[in-house]
């Protein structure tokens, strides 16, 4: 299968241009003006953007979590991704503690084989550190193309490791080629609020968010980019959502370390007031939770700045039945909030077109930076011969309404009902097939394939 795509104006991370894209089988094969061949499908893209496929490097799908599943597996949740211009996302294996990585990881490669829409990958998130799991660690990077390792610095008796275990953890993934990820906030303060809010008999939303002050997150993420400092290990922070966290990774960099920084589309836009709707709120209840109109400030400025590289989403949807779990205690809300499909279209609408980011940003932290973080550049993240071919055509002017009426994720309500947003995912090419068009999904379950990564360095 061949095709052409004419006349779009490609925007890369780094160059903006008006061509043609001729594709071969999964690969771009030409770039350029007026190109003269012959294609199976031709596509006219005169007038709208053409950019490489959105990679979302933080989503939950088919997750256990708090005695239930997030909402969308890998069939619904993947093709949902699809239809907002995400071609490949990362998600994370859940090590159970006391048994070993393989374990989980055959429980989630009997999720996700054979049912995946787009291209996926995963992190191995180590919840028991020990020398069993140690020897795992060299099979994971080289065998399975697994390299990059994530923690809890919370969820204690469950998810949550100790220093000592990090900082063993660290040295072995350093040694191995890897990076370790980390969910910064300290567990140990939070688990002291939320059982203090529930003994005086607060248990709104509300005091979900009241039990993760802003401290209890930028004192983790200094302590983990201590941490790694001391190791040498690359590493990276996922879902920064404050002020504090952004500036321990400023502190990091004075002394010459690169610790990777990652925010996600509802701490930009959204902030803590939601939860202040009685048991509504409980909608938004995620952690870290949503933060304060400063810290969204903070996070555009340091996207700018390149503190922040990518825009993720911690896609981790549940049903509102199932968020009435914690109807009369919020520390029973099931954590999490859907937005697979919806980032790419706000962070346009919201960023591009309100001048806090430009285009080349645009595409350098929703494809480019998470491509090359995590080691799949220039397989994946951007366009350029040799390239897989997953391009989105993206009309820059149409305005539409987020609604759970619309969307394709499988989650009865919108963290965005109502939304309105200019831009909008017209066309979405998956390796070479067109996977979206006319607002129909046009691939087959299946068809998303497992992406073995290569190891990193912590330089981009």
Request: charged fraction near 20%; proline fraction near 3%.
């Amino acid at each position: 299968m061949s095709i052409i795509i004419k006349n779009g104006r490609v925007i890369t991370a780094d160059e903006d241009y008006v061509a043609d894209i001729f594709i071969e089988g999964e690969t771009v094969s030409l770039i350029g003006k007026n190109l003269q061949v012959k294609a199976d499908k031709t596509i006219d893209a005169a007038g709208k953007l053409v950019m490489p496929g959105g990679i979302d490097p933080h989503v939950h799908l088919d997750m256990p979590f708090m005695g239930t599943y997030s909402s969308d597996n890998y069939e619904t949740g993947t093709g949902a991704a699809l239809f907002g211009g995400t071609t490949m996302v990362i998600d994370f294996v859940l090590q159970t503690q006391g048994k070993s990585l393989y374990h989980a990881l055959e429980a989630w490669q009997g999720r996700s084989n054979g049912n995946a829409l787009c291209d996926y990958s995963f992190h191995m998130a180590v919840t028991d550190f020990n020398e069993n799991t140690k020897s795992e660690i060299s099979k994971m990077v080289n065998d399975e193309g697994i390299t990059s390792f994530k923690t809890f610095m919370a969820y204690k008796g469950a998810l949550m490791i100790d220093d000592r275990q990090m900082v063993g953890l660290m040295q072995e993934v350093m040694k191995q080629g890897g990076m370790v990820t980390v969910h910064a906030t300290n567990g140990d303060v939070i688990d002291f609020l939320i059982a203090k809010h529930r003994a005086e008999g607060k248990l709104a939303p509300l005091y979900h968010y009241l039990s993760q002050p802003e401290i209890t997150e930028s004192e983790a993420s200094g302590r983990f980019a201590d941490m790694a400092h001391y190791t040498g290990v690359p590493a990276y922070i996922v879902h920064m959502t404050c002020e504090g966290a952004i500036n321990q990774v400023r502190r990091a960099a004075q002394r010459n370390q690169k610790v990777f920084a990652e925010t996600c589309t509802q701490y930009l836009l959204l902030d803590a007031s939601l939860y202040e709707q009685n048991f509504e709120g409980a909608k938004w209840v995620m952690s870290p939770p949503l933060r304060e109109k400063k810290d969204q400030a903070a996070l555009w400025g340091a996207i700018n700045q390149g503190t922040v590289q990518i825009v993720a989403t911690d896609h981790c949807p549940f049903m509102w039945e199932q968020k009435q779990m914690g109807k009369d205690d919020f520390s029973k809300i099931p954590n999490g909030h859907p937005g697979i499909e919806t980032r790419m279209e706000l962070l346009f609408s919201e960023g591009v077109n309100k001048g806090k980011i430009s285009l080349n940003k645009y595409v350098e932290v929703t494809s480019t930076n998470a491509a090359k973080v995590f080691g799949m550049f220039p397989k994946k993240g951007c366009i350029a011969v040799g390239s897989d071919a997953d391009i989105i055509i993206f009309d820059p002017n149409e305005e539409h309404i987020l609604s759970a009426k619309t969307h394709h994720m499988h989650v009865d309500y919108s963290a965005y009902e109502g939304w309105k947003v200019k831009g909008k995912t017209k066309t979405v090419l998956m390796r070479g097939q067109i996977a979206i068009e006319n607002n129909a999904l046009k691939i087959q379950r299946g068809y998303g394939k497992f992406v073995k990564r290569n190891k990193v360095n912590g330089i981009i």
